[in-house]
């Protein structure tokens, strides 16, 4: 069965340092992988997708950046964070008629 | 642009009582329809879908939800809600052929014992 796995699962940066996520998924090849930033009470804000490595959408223009260096390993990084960079961050992957499967997230909190 | 609203952001509903949660989209084209629940500490998880065929679409637990075209709206139901259904709920839009899903801002369902 499919498993998505994505690490840290909390971190506290100072605001200025870099950021690096990371979400791996097992179980499947050439996933469709997303990057979503889930705020409380606005549902969830897709930042960016991939349909395979190396191809990188980017939906909102914002501070961070997202990687795709191997067919199941998904980036998002930033290389100064800012205060509002402050979120839960989900990683999901895309089965074929489209549903997402989503990892357990990182909570990001920018001091 | 493609929107998906959400009627109430909070539900509060005694055991046994009957839910139906609102859910409208603005998409002119063919579209892949879902809801999520995350319930406290879980992952975000997969409720049902409808892509095609029957409107009325049975998923886990006892819910369902109802593709009403016209209406341009995927409401979800459950005669009789427990106190497990406690959680946050998404419905969610995809045109067919596409890879941006939309999401609703969530409703949060407090279920009392």
């Known amino acids: 069965s499919q498993t998505i796995h994505q690490w840290p699962a909390t971190l506290v940066q100072p605001v200025g340092s870099p950021l690096s996520l990371e979400c791996t998924v097992e179980?499947?090849?050439?996933?469709?992988l997303y990057w979503y930033r889930q705020a409380a009470g606005r549902g969830l804000q897709l930042l960016f997708y991939?349909?395979?490595?190396?191809?990188i959408s980017s939906e909102v223009p914002q501070n961070l950046s997202a990687s795709r260096p191997q067919d199941r390993q998904f980036i998002l990084s930033s290389k100064k964070l800012l205060l509002s960079d402050s979120g839960f961050y989900l990683c999901?992957?895309?089965?074929?008629?489209?549903?997402?499967?989503f990892g357990p997230g990182t909570r990001l909190t920018v001091t | 642009a493609q929107s998906v609203s959400q009627h109430n952001h909070h539900v509060i509903l005694s055991e046994a009582a009957s839910l139906e949660l609102g859910c409208n989209y603005s998409?002119?084209?063919?579209?892949?329809l879902f809801w999520y629940v995350q319930y406290p500490g879980q992952h975000l998880q997969l409720l049902l879908k409808?892509?095609?065929?029957?409107?009325l679409v049975k998923g886990i637990k006892g819910f369902e939800a109802e593709f009403i075209k016209s209406k341009f709206s995927f409401n979800l139901r459950k005669p009789s809600v427990q106190w497990s259904d406690t959680a946050e709920y998404f419905c969610?839009?995809?045109?067919?052929?596409?890879?941006?899903?939309?999401f609703g801002a969530g409703t949060r369902l407090f279920v009392k014992a």
């Open positions: 999901a992957w895309g089965g074929v008629t489209d549903e997402q499967y």
């Open positions: 179980g499947t090849s050439n996933p469709n």
């Open positions: 969610a839009v995809i045109d067919t052929g596409g890879f941006k899903t939309i």
């Open positions: 409808y892509f095609s065929g029957d409107p």
């Open positions: 998409y002119g084209g063919t579209v892949n």
């Open positions: 991939s349909v395979g490595i190396g191809q």
